[in-house]
């Protein structure tokens, strides 16, 4: 077991109006078992490791987005993650077509419901908590959003495109499933 320090921080607005990280003062010392010690723990220690395992791979797939990038051998499993920015690039550049595709073409919306569309369309978080009929008025404008796209668009949004529209089409959560 190794112990790992964690300052921890909380994002603020700086005096240039944008969000900054500002240190807490809280520092907790958190124990890092090892997958050894774990196995040799208990049968109960063994199932959290597996449960994590599979978390973190559908984790890694989630995030790929389309099956020819699922890790599907050890090797591409653990590979480490490139972390260019290049997908954050291509996300914020879908957001900004996207929101250049609604202001031409459903310009007989209000702004206010394009620029719900927007955020639903670039935040996971706001798309899950919005209701059915949103849902549908995203896919929908997704839907005419491919048909008018380049080539160009059509190659690099795919993914994006693919995933958003699953999540507007997903299994609504009905209140009475929590009852």
């Known amino acids: 077991m190794k112990n790992v320090e964690i300052k921890l921080t909380k994002t603020v607005t700086g005096d240039n109006g944008k969000n900054v990280r500002q240190a807490t003062g809280v520092v907790l010392n958190v124990p890092v078992f090892t997958a050894e ?3 040799a723990h208990s049968e109960a220690a063994t199932a959290w490791v597996e449960q994590a395992i ?6 890694k797939a989630r995030n790929a987005g389309i099956q020819s990038d699922v890790a599907t051998t050890i090797d ?35 702004q206010a419901v394009r620029d719900t569309l927007v955020a639903m369309a670039r935040n996971k978080n706001i798309l899950a908590t919005s209701n ?4 549908q008025a995203l896919a929908a404008q997704l839907e005419a959003f491919a048909e008018v796209m380049t ?5 690099a949004y795919v993914g994006i495109m693919e995933n ?8 609504a959560v009905e209140d009475a499933d929590f009852e």
């Open 37 to 39: 010690e774990l196995f």
């Open 54 to 59: 599979e978390a973190a791979t559908l984790a």
């Open 76 to 110: 591409s499993l653990i590979a480490k993650a490139e972390r260019s920015g290049e997908a954050l690039k291509l996300f914020a550049a879908f957001g900004k077509d996207f929101a250049e595709f609604l202001a031409k073409h459903a310009s007989d919306k209000k």
């Open 132 to 135: 059915e009929v949103r849902k």
């Open 151 to 155: 080539v160009e668009q059509e190659e």
């Open 164 to 171: 958003l529209v699953n999540l507007c089409n997903g299994e």
